[in-house]
C-alpha cells in the first residue's frame, strides 16, 4: 500500500467515524462512552469528538500498518501534530461562522473536512520526513496527557460558554442511570 493510498483512507474512516462516534454516549450512556466520546453539544465536546476519533483511527491504522510491516517515519508526531493543527484550525473557521449564522451541519461538515484534509496531508509530510525518535517519544506522552486532560473537563466542565450545551441548556453529562445489580 503506498502512503497517498494509506492517508486517502485514513482520511476517509475518521470522516465517517465522526458520525457514528458522535452517537453512542447517546445510546449507550455510560462511564465507558463518556471517556470516548462527546456526552453533550457543547463545542468542548465537539473538540473531543475531533481528537477522540481521530486518535482511535490513528492507532487503529498503527496497529493494521505494523501487522503489514509498513513501518512509517515519524508516525505519532504526524498524529499528535495533525490532530492538534486540525482542532486549531477547524475552530479559526467554524467559531466566526457560528457566531454569525448559529449550527449548520452541511457547512460544519464542509469545513471539517477540508481542514480534514489539509491536517491529514500535514502528516503525511511529516511522516516523510527525517526520523525524529524523541519527538515520537514526547507525542504519545503529549496524545495520553491531552486525552486525560479532555477526559477531565468532560466529568469536571468550566462553566463557560466553550462547555455550554445549548440544546439541553446544561454543563457536562447528564445523569448515568445506574443499574442495581439483583441481590
Not at 517515519?73 to 504526524?78: I, M, R, T, V
Not at 481542514?115 to 507525542?139: D, G
Amino acid at each position: 500500500m503506498n502512503l497517498r493510498k494509506f492517508f486517502t483512507i485514513n482520511t476517509i474512516a475518521i470522516f465517517l467515524c465522526m458520525f457514528l462516534f458522535h452517537f453512542l454516549y447517546d445510546l449507550f450512556p455510560n462511564f465507558l462512552t463518556a471517556i470516548f466520546f462527546p456526552v453533550n453539544e457543547s463545542l468542548f465536546e465537539h473538540l473531543k469528538l475531533m481528537y477522540v476519533t481521530e486518535i482511535i483511527v490513528g492507532l487503529i491504522a498503527f496497529f493494521i500498518l505494523k501487522k503489514k510491516k509498513i513501518k512509517l517515519k515519524n508516525y505519532f508526531l504526524g498524529l499528535f501534530s495533525s490532530t492538534i493543527v486540525n482542532i486549531i484550525l477547524f475552530f479559526i473557521i467554524y467559531l466566526p461562522i457560528y457566531e454569525r449564522f448559529g449550527e449548520g451541519i452541511i457547512y460544519t461538515m464542509f469545513i471539517f473536512l477540508t481542514v480534514l484534509i489539509i491536517t491529514e496531508y500535514l502528516f503525511y509530510l511529516i511522516t516523510l520526513q527525517k526520523e525524529k525518535t524523541i519527538l515520537n517519544a514526547i507525542s504519545i506522552i503529549l496524545i495520553a496527557i491531552t486525552w486525560f486532560s479532555l477526559i477531565y473537563l468532560t466529568f469536571n466542565p468550566r462553566k463557560t460558554p466553550f462547555f455550554f450545551d445549548t440544546k439541553e441548556e446544561r454543563y457536562g453529562l447528564k445523569k448515568i442511570k445506574r443499574i442495581n445489580s439483583i441481590r
